[in-house]
Nanobody, 122 residues
Framework: QVQLVESGGGLVQAGGSLRLACAASGRTFSGYTMAWFRQAPGKEREFVARTRWSGGITFYANSVKGRFTISRDNAKNMVFLQMNSLKPEDTAVYYC???????????????WGQGTQVTVSS
């Protein structure tokens, strides 16, 4: 059974930092793209960042480029999202996802975590 479990969310002031983690289990993820999405209240789920499990180029949404960094630890089956210079508009539930096709389209991903809440106060 595939599981993606996010952690690390919380409440932070604007300008602060958080590091989200995603623990992946239940299958081999080599060949998969690992991604972070987020969904704010009343809004659609949006792409944040993605990377190949096997390494290589990373992609970011324009809104987070230069502030967020996606990384992975293959030995521990973990994916991370380091979030710096947080803004109130970054407030959302953040989801970890895995899919065979790398894309900013949430529909392309096969597996999802339950999400972790990030709240940035002004």
């Amino acid at each position: 059974q595939v599981q993606l479990v996010e952690s690390g969310g919380g409440l932070v002031q604007a300008g602060g930092s958080l590091r989200l983690a995603c623990a992946a289990s239940g299958r081999t993820f080599s060949g998969y793209t690992m991604a972070w999405f987020r969904q704010a209240p009343g809004k659609e789920r949006e792409f944040v960042a993605r990377t190949r499990w096997s390494g290589g180029i990373t992609f970011y949404a324009n809104s987070v480029k230069g502030r967020f960094t996606i990384s992975r630890d293959n030995a521990k089956n973990m994916v991370f999202l380091q979030m710096n210079s947080l803004k109130p508009e970054d407030t959302a539930v953040y989801y970890c996802a895995a899919g065979l096709i790398g894309s900013p389209d949430a529909g392309r991903y096969d597996y999802w975590g339950q999400g972790t809440q990030v709240t940035v106060s002004s």
